[in-house]
């Protein structure tokens, strides 16, 4: 294995910057003071290295290697099987059904906070809160779900005594309508809070001058903020997309049996007893996973590109 | 919408009809009447908080007066929603679209008012041209520095040819130089063009400079709208006195309609004021030096302890003894009044006003 590649990179970062030091009476320090830079950013890049790339590695190594340690390509064409191709369907669905409710939720939230006191009590509360709520995730909210608006929760039996049945024709909670339920409820305040930022930086005189040269909400809306509003808003929904794409604590409490989705099937891979244990095939999901993601990301940080130097 | 810049001729009357605006128990406006000849350029001059923004956002309709009217041209526009008011505006923060060049900001108005592409695209161009920045076209507003922006700014407002021009200290966040340099710029374009225009600004110096009438706002109200020369030369309150130019404070005793002010006998400019102590308000310039041989101690004999060249003038300050006065006089006069010199104070005898009532001196 090579796992102190980071600490060599740590300890060139370390060795230019010492030099800097020593040269810091000369008066001219262009690149030295680069060097500089690095030293500051040791910690990330050993952070990365360990909680990053590293596993990142064992993971491309594993999905190409057999049990017995030999190079196979057999892991990927596994993921074209079809319970696996489903797993991935319902993944993507289920992400982008809940970052698409969520970001419009959200984005909506975000308005009405932006659009108030900016040191109001509604502001604070409602960030904090949300602060919270985006991280809230796991046995608790599967359990929060269950006792409130699963078959024997309280909201559940309260509607259902008067007259509003949700489960007509059985529990959907357990399954991919139930997840996107449960998601949204960490996507809108997440983004909230990864949204407001942008709703901030849109200055009240873009509307005034809009209205003094004659142009009243509809026209502010499609020419303006919309158009200024929408590489974050997108950049936002992608990453609430990768949020719910790679999260997993929350659907394995909440499914016990079966994996739906791609990390319950990567769990299952690599836990299941009865031989069926496959971890290079599990790896190789994870590896697609990572494709996806990265895609996602490298989309949203161009679109917050695009935005930030507007926004300056 | 006419053709081009029409030039002058095109303005028309605006009138502000004892507006009343309050915030909560904040009196923002207590009842500003002010009217603007057509294609006049009026400077609302006041220090922080008098009210100047809330009178030019309730002529843009950009808020609601809770009293008085708004007329322009004749019409009475007060409930007219901002964007059927026909008025252009240049904000104090900079509020270009960050999404749009330079060239797309000043079409923006235009295509709000149905005007065809080639025809938008031509005469915002012209407006760029205005404005010296033909150069910038396809800049971003990030591109472009702070007084760039504001001329782009200019332009916008111009270009969907307003009836009336509204400027809310476009000039403060810029450096001195390019203040007055681009001040210079907007009264030439306002010229140019004709239009109507109310110009905020809490900068004296900038209002004498650029304006028809200057018109002086204190705590929500107009002190005094005249001339600049005027303004400066004649104020007719003693807020305005303070406000506008330096002025010394010199404690004096009103008698019969004169101040006597360190045995110099000067003239009111109300000879109806009390008599009794007061503070006579006299302008720099109605001081001047003379140095002869008899210098006995006096009360109009001081020390000379600065000498600030201001150019064709020179300001001076002198040390009474129990205080300093500034005096204003042409350089070459001023030459031999080096720090150190003895000179006695002799006072122009024009009128007077006395300093408001809470700064009357507490001795005789
Ligand atoms: N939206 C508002 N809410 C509450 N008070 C306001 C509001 N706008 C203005 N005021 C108050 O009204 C008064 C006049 O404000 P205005 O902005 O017209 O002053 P100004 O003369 O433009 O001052 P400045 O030179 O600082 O821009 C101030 O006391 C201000 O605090
Ligand atoms: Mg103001």
Same mark, same amino acid.
């Given at each position: ?91 993507? &669905?289920?992400?982008? *059904? @809940? ?5 419009? $939720? !959200?984005?909506? +939230? %975000?308005? /009405? ?11 604070? &509360?409602?960030?904090? *809160? @949300? ?5 809230? $995730? !796991?046995?608790? +909210? %599967?359990? /929060? ?24 024709? !059985?529990?959907? +909670? ?139 | ?364």
């Amino acid at each position: 294995m090579t796992a102190p590649l980071p600490d060599t990179t740590y300890v060139s970062g370390r060795g230019s910057g010492s030099t800097a030091i020593a040269a810091a009476g000369r008066p001219i320090a262009g690149s030295r003071r680069l060097s500089l830079t690095w030293v500051g950013l040791v910690p990330f890049f050993i952070y990365t290295g360990l909680f990053l790339f590293l596993p990142t590695l064992i993971i491309v190594v594993g999905s190409l290697t057999t049990k017995d340690g030999a190079f196979t390509t057999a892991n990927f064409s596994g993921i074209a099987q079809s319970y696996l191709v489903k797993a991935f369907g319902a993944s993507i &669905t289920i992400s982008a *059904a @809940s970052a698409a409710i969520g970001a419009i $939720g !959200g984005a909506l +939230l %975000a308005y /009405a906070v932006a659009t108030g006191n900016p040191r109001g009590i509604l502001r604070r &509360t409602v960030t904090s *809160a @949300s602060g919270v709520f985006a991280q809230f $995730g !796991g046995v608790t +909210l %599967a359990f /929060a779900f269950i006792a409130t608006v699963g078959y024997t929760g309280v909201v559940y039996l309260f509607l259902k005594d008067h007259g509003l049945d949700f489960y007509p024709k !059985g529990v959907w +909670l357990y399954d991919l309508p139930g997840l996107i339920l449960i998601y949204t409820y960490f996507q809108i305040p997440l983004m909230l809070i990864v949204f407001l930022p942008a709703l901030d930086g849109i200055r009240p005189q873009w509307r005034e001058a809009t209205e003094s040269l004659g142009g009243g909400t509809w026209h502010y809306w499609r020419y303006v903020a919309g158009p200024l509003l929408a590489p974050s808003f997108l950049g936002c929904t992608l990453l609430l997309f990768a949020n719910s794409f790679s999260a997993y604590a929350t659907a394995a409490a909440l499914i016990t049996q079966g994996g739906v989705i791609v990390p319950l099937q990567i769990a299952n891979l690599l836990t299941s007893e009865t031989g069926r244990a496959a971890p290079g095939l599990a790896k190789s999901l994870a590896l697609a996973m990572i494709v996806v993601v990265l895609v996602v990301t490298t989309l949203y940080t161009l679109l917050q590109r695009r935005t930030s130097q507007w926004v300056r | 919408m006419t053709t081009g810049a029409a030039g002058p001729g095109r303005g028309v009357e605006v009138r502000l009809d004892d507006l009343q605006r309050r915030y909560g128990n904040a009196t923002a406006l207590a009842g500003l009447t002010l009217t603007l000849a057509p294609g006049e350029l009026v400077a609302l001059l006041g220090p922080s908080g008098c009210g100047k923004t809330t009178a030019l956002r309730l002529l843009a309709g950009l808020e609601e007066p809770d009293s008085g009217r708004v007329v322009v041209d004749g019409v009475d526009v007060t409930n007219v929603p901002a964007n059927r008011r026909d008025i252009g505006m240049v904000f104090q923060a900079y509020s270009l679209f960050p999404h749009m060049s330079a060239m797309r900001n000043v079409e923006f108005g235009m295509q709000l008012h149905d005007v065809g592409p080639a025809e938008r695209r031509k005469r915002a161009g012209d407006m760029l041209e205005l404005v010296g920045l033909s150069a910038h076209a396809h800049k971003y507003a990030h591109q472009m520095s702070g007084g760039q922006q504001q001329r782009v700014a200019l332009a916008r407002a111009l270009a969907i040819e307003p009836k009336v021009l509204l400027l809310d200290e476009p000039l403060s966040a810029l450096d001195a130089k390019v203040r007055s340099r681009l001040r210079d710029e907007i009264r030439r374009v306002q010229l140019e063009v004709g239009t109507t225009t109310l110009f905020v600004t809490h900068d004296q110096e900038e209002a004498l400079a650029i304006a028809d009438r200057v018109g002086v706002m204190n705590a929500g109200r107009l002190e005094q709208l005249g001339p600049p020369t005027t303004i400066y030369s004649r104020p007719a309150t003693p807020f305005v006195a303070e406000f506008v130019g330096l002025t010394n404070r010199l404690a004096g005793v009103v008698k019969d309609g004169e101040v006597d002010v360190r045995g110099a006998r000067l003239p009111l400019v109300k000879p109806d004021t009390p008599n009794g102590p007061a503070i006579a308000l006299v302008r720099p310039e109605a001081v001047s030096l003379v140095v002869d041989g008899d210098m006995v101690p006096g009360p109009l004999i001081g020390t000379v302890i600065a000498t600030a060249f201001l150019g064709a003038t020179s300001r001076i300050t002198v040390d009474m003894g129990d205080g300093t006065v500034l005096a204003q006089m042409p350089t070459s006069e001023a030459g031999a009044l080096s720090a150190g010199t003895r000179v006695r104070l002799a006072l122009r005898k024009d009128p007077v006003l006395i300093a408001r009532d809470e700064s009357k001196p507490t001795e005789a």
